[in-house]
């Protein structure tokens, strides 16, 4: 069993930067594939970012390539999303996932494993 807890969400302008961080329980972290989602009003939940877990790996959603970066802190049980370049449309609640199915191409999350989100707004 793991819980998530994100933060870091906030305010900016378009062109800004934010870091979000999501903290997670349980000794096993460092064994989980982690993911980012994000979550739009009246827009369905969607991939943005995944790493895995040694932190070899990571794929990207194409909308966030170039601008985002995923990384993780095992011994701090921590995984990050530096957001970088923000748009007013990457305005939503970030939710970052445990333990999902890590793909060279994507990432599906594990549905028993999600955080409650933090928001994200980018003002034009």
């Known amino acids: 069993q793991v819980q998530l807890v994100e933060s870091g969400g906030g305010l900016v302008q378009a062109g800004g930067s934010l870091r979000l961080s999501c903290a997670a329980s349980?000794?096993?972290?460092?064994?989980?594939?982690m993911g980012w989602f994000r979550q739009a009003p009246g827009k369905e939940r969607e991939f943005v970012a995944a790493i895995r877990w040694n932190g070899r790996s990571t794929v990207y959603a194409d909308f966030v390539k170039g601008r985002f970066t995923i990384a993780r802190d095992n011994a701090k049980n921590t995984v990050y999303l530096q957001m970088n370049s923000l748009k007013p449309e990457d305005t939503a609640v970030y939710y970052c996932?445990?333990?999902?199915?890590?793909?060279?191409?994507?990432?599906?999350?594990?549905?028993?494993?999600w955080g409650q989100g933090t928001q994200v707004t980018v003002s034009s």
């Open positions: 996932n445990a333990d999902g199915t890590y793909d060279s191409g994507s990432y599906y999350p594990n549905s028993d494993y």
């Open positions: 349980g000794r096993t972290f460092s064994r989980y594939d």
